[in-house]
C-alpha cells in the first residue's frame, strides 16, 4: 500500500479553540481531523473530493457555539491515511463509521459535501444509532452511480477522468490540473482557462515547492484568491487512486442510493445549489430536479432548500448554509431548544 507522505501531518492554519487529532480507525487506517470546544451536539463535516478541512475552516467557528465541530479528511485525502485500490464507498464508510463510534461517540449530524454527502448518506443507512441527523450539500445522489456516472452525466464523469490523467503523472505538475478545463456558466457561455495562465501558476506553484521542500505544494501571488493556496495543498495531499475508483467503477460497489434514502430514519437537509443540463455536457451540476424530487419522495424527512451558489455552497455562500443548517437542526430539534447561536468558538480551556 502505498503511504501518503504527508500522513499525520500536522496543520499550521487550525483555527484558534480548535485542534488537529488523529485517530486510529483499523485496518491500519489513521483518519486526520480538526476539532472544536465542546459547545454542543457533535457536528461532522466531510469534504468533497480532492477536498480536506480546510474548505470548512471558517464555517466550522460560524459553528462551534452551537455544536462541537469535527472537520475530517476523509480516507485518501489531507493527513489521513492513502489505501489505493481499496476505495469503496463500503471502505471509506466503514472508517467513517469507526470515527464515529471511536471519537465522537454519540450520535452526530454529518455533513457532506458533494461525495462527502454520498458518505453522510451511507453512514445514516448503515450506522442510524450513531447519526442523527444528515445534511446533502449539493451530493452527487443518483448521477454518481455507476453506470450513468459514465454514461449520461459526461461533465461530472471527466472531473475525476481528468484528476487521474494529471496527479498519477510521476512527475506531476499540479497547475496542468487547470489546462484544458471547461466551466459551462450558462447555456451559451463557457469559461476556459488559457494556457499562459497556466504557465504563470505552475512558475508560482514551482517556486513555492523549492522554498518549502518536503512540505504540500502551495501558491501566492497577490492577485491570487487564498483559495489558490488551499486548492494545491489540497492536490498535493490527495490519492489519485481515489479519483480512479470513480473512473473504473471500483467505488461504488452494491451500494444503492435509493436504498439507502428509503433506509435512512434520521432527518435529511438537502442543499440543492445551481445545476443546468447542456447537450454538450450532460448534467453540470451535481443534481437535478428530478433528482432532488426523488430523495424527499423516498426519504419523506427530507427537507429541501435550494441556493443559487456554485456546488460548494459552504464555501460560496458561507452565511446561507450556516443559516439553513442551524434553522434545519433547530427545525428538527437537534440542538437544545432556546439556545443562541453564537458568534463563533468558545475558549478551548481543559481540551484533552
Known sequence: MERNPFERRLDPAVPRGFTQQFAEVGDGVTLSFVRGPAGGPPLVLLPAQMGTWRTYARVATDLAGEFEVFAVDVTGHGSSSWTPGRYTWDAVGGHLRSFLATVVRRPAIVSGNSSGGILALWLAAHAPDLVSGVVLEDAPVFSAEWPRFRDRDRFVHRG??????VLEKPDRRLADYFRGQELPVSPRR????????????DR??????????????????????????????????????????FVDGRMYGTFAHADALRAVRAPILLMHARWMRLDRYGLVGALDDDDARRVTELAPRTTLVRSDANHVIHRYDRSGFVRALRAWARAERLVPAGRPPEAGPPEAAGRP
Do not use: N, Q, Y
Open 160 to 165: 475525476p477522468v481528468h484528476a487521474v490523467a
Open 204 to 245: 508560482g506553484v514551482r517556486r513555492w515547492e523549492r522554498a518549502h521542500p518536503g512540505a504540500p505544494s502551495g501558491f501566492a501571488a497577490w492577485w491570487a484568491p487564498a483559495s489558490f493556496g488551499d486548492l494545491f495543498r489540497s492536490l498535493s495531499m490527495f490519492d489519485p487512486d481515489f479519483a480512479r475508483a
Open 190 to 201: 463557457v469559461k476556459r482557462f488559457p494556457d499562459w495562465a497556466v504557465t504563470l501558476i
